[in-house]
Every structure is written in structure tokens, then in C-alpha cells.
Nanobody, 115 residues
Framework: QVQLVESGGGLVQAGGSLRLSCAAS????????MAWYRQAPGKQRELVGS???????NVADSVKGRFTISRDNAKNTMYLQMNSLKPEDTAVYSC?????????WGQGTQVTVSS
């Protein structure tokens, strides 16, 4: 079983920055891919960014140039660096890990951006 724990969310003013962390209970070498998702009230869950076990990353067009996804294999942790935050970035951010044929999800962390 894989456990994922997100942290780093909070309240920030527009234009500010936050770094989210997703700590995994297993080595990232055993995880095929990891991703950050977010869901705002009244909206569908959307993919924010992903990173593979090869280290390649992708982020959504809506956050490109502002958000960066990375990982630290030694700490079994994936990060989402969020800069130039906008009120529309307000959402619950969750991490997902793909291991073998299964998906695992964390509980999520709230990010609120005030204007």
C-alpha cells in the first residue's frame, strides 16, 4: 500500500508564492508517475502537472510559467512550486501516484489566494 501526504497549503495574497509537498511512503523509484491535481468549488478536478520516473515534467497551460513540479528522490517527496498566484488558483490540491496498475491519492491540501 502507498500512502501520500500533502502539506504546504494555506492562505496567500495574489502574487505570492507557496510550495506544496507530497511525501510518499515508498521510494519514488517504484512509482511510475506522480501528478498534482486541483479542484475548486463547483468545478471539475483538473490536472496541474505531472512528473515521470524519468524526471520529465508537464504543467497545464493555465499555470505554465508560474508553477514548477519537481521531486526529491532521497526524501520520497514531490513538490509543486507555485509563484505569481492568482485568486483563480484557489482549490484543494491533491497528489496522485501511479504504481504498477494502481492509482493512489493523498487527502489534499487547501490553497486559498486572496485578492
Amino acid at each position: 500500500q502507498v500512502q501520500l501526504v500533502e502539506s504546504g497549503g494555506g492562505l496567500v495574497q495574489a502574487g505570492g508564492s507557496l510550495r506544496l509537498s507530497c511525501a510518499a511512503s515508498v521510494s519514488l523509484f517504484s512509482i511510475r508517475a506522480m501528478a498534482w491535481y486541483r479542484q475548486a468549488p463547483g468545478k471539475q478536478r483538473e490536472l496541474v502537472g505531472s512528473i515521470t520516473n524519468f524526471g520529465s515534467t508537464n504543467v497545464a497551460d493555465s499555470v505554465k510559467g508560474r508553477f514548477t513540479i519537481s521531486r526529491d528522490n532521497a526524501k520520497n517527496t514531490m513538490y509543486l512550486q507555485m509563484n505569481s498566484l492568482k485568486p483563480e488558483d484557489t482549490a484543494v490540491y491533491s497528489c496522485k501516484a501511479n504504481l504498477r496498475s494502481f492509482e493512489y491519492w493523498g487527502q489534499g491540501t487547501q490553497v486559498t489566494v486572496s485578492s
